[in-house]
T-cell receptor, first 114, second 115 residues
């Protein structure tokens, strides 16, 4: 079946602009995660959604970052007023259950802020 | 907070040979999960192998096996009969037994398999 998909694959934006990154999890997976992969910080957890429960936002680096998950499926990660330090690969993962399900990752969105 | 350390930034191995990637972690938990993920140049993170801390038996998946030393907080990955397709970045990751089981990753080890 189809895996986790993310769009766009690459995004170049100017400092100060807003960007939206999309994640389509594997059908039927109730848990969805966002991670960020950057040269300076490695792989970091950002946010976690499980069904209709309140998300775990403990990894979001600032209030410029937000995410939503509509209808328990597609998720959008929004970065407002982008900064150069936001340049990174943003990875989405889903699992069939929050715990202890194996996380399946998408190919990521590479974001470059000029 | 949990930390995961991979002390080998880069490794290389000849095709068909065996290589071991190191990983240590720090936690006060007694039950948890450990993972090895592979990330080839395509960026797609792929689960290689998973170990539950309460299991004493080391996990194996075909050519991949782990040496899990709970007391030493060590979790190394052994790749036997290395293949060119094994060339990738390998990440060790830790997950608590908690709501969400978010992953804590090490810095990664670049593995190059040479022909």
């Amino acid at each position: 079946g189809a895996g986790v998909s993310q769009s766009p694959s690459n995004k170049v934006t100017e400092k100060g602009k807003d960007v939206e990154l999309r994640c389509d999890p594997i059908s039927g997976h109730t848990a969805l995660y966002w991670y960020r992969q950057s040269l300076g910080q490695g792989l970091e957890f950002l946010i976690y959604f499980q069904g209709n429960s309140a998300p775990d936002k403990s990894g979001l680096p600032s209030d410029r970052f937000s995410a939503e998950r509509t209808g328990g499926s597609v998720s959008t990660l929004t970065i407002q007023r982008t900064q150069q330090e936001d340049s990174a690969v943003y990875l989405c993962a889903s699992s069939a259950q929050g715990f202890p399900g194996t996380q399946y990752f998408g190919p990521g969105t590479r974001l470059l802020v000029l | 907070a949990q930390t995961v350390t991979q002390s080998q930034p880069e490794m290389s191995v000849q095709e068909a040979e065996t290589v071991t990637l190191s990983c240590t972690y720090d936690t006060s938990e007694s039950n948890y999960y450990l993972f090895w993920y592979k990330q080839p140049p395509s960026r797609q993170m792929i689960l290689v192998i998973r170990q539950e801390a309460y299991k004493q038996q080391n996990a194996t998946e075909n050519r991949f096996s782990v040496n899990f030393q709970k007391a030493a907080k060590s979790f190394s990955l052994k790749i036997s009969d290395s293949q060119l397709g094994d060339t990738a970045m390998y990440f060790c990751a830790f997950s608590r037994l908690e709501y969400g089981n978010k992953l804590v990753f090490g810095a990664g080890t670049i593995l190059r398999v040479k022909s």
